[in-house]
Nanobody, 123 residues
Framework: QVHLVESGGGLVQAGGSLRLSCVASGRTFNSYVMGWFRQAPGKEREFVARIRWSDSKTAYTDSVKGRFTISRDNAKNTVHLQMNSLRPEDTAVYYC????????????????WGQGIQVTVSS
């Protein structure tokens, strides 16, 4: 079992920044891929970014490239999502998730999920 807890969400104006964090506990952390997903009202949950523990290789959805950065802190079992130049369309509940598949991008490829945290970007 892996337990994931997100923090750092909130309300920000367009153009602003937020940093989300996800702390993991439970099973050996370094063997997992960690990802961030989001779900806007009335929409399906979508992939945002992911990072591999073994080599820190990252992947992003096109809409956040150049604005969001995912990073990890192995010593603290924590993954961060730095979100800059936020837009109203980034408003969503953001979820942290873990996977044992090092290529994981799809929601079904992730095994454990956090409870989600709200990010609201006002125009």
């Amino acid at each position: 079992q892996v337990h994931l807890v997100e923090s750092g969400g909130g309300l920000v104006q367009a153009g602003g920044s937020l940093r989300l964090s996800c702390v993991a506990s439970g099973r050996t952390f370094n063997s997992y891929v960690m990802g961030w997903f989001r779900q806007a009202p009335g929409k399906e949950r979508e992939f945002v970014a992911r990072i591999r523990w073994s080599d820190s290789k990252t992947a992003y959805t096109d809409s956040v490239k150049g604005r969001f950065t995912i990073s990890r802190d192995n010593a603290k079992n924590t993954v961060h999502l730095q979100m800059n130049s936020l837009r109203p369309e980034d408003t969503a509940v953001y979820y942290c998730a873990s996977s044992i598949l090092d290529y994981a991008l799809l929601e079904r490829e992730y095994d454990y999920w956090g409870q989600g945290i709200q990010v609201t970007v006002s125009s």
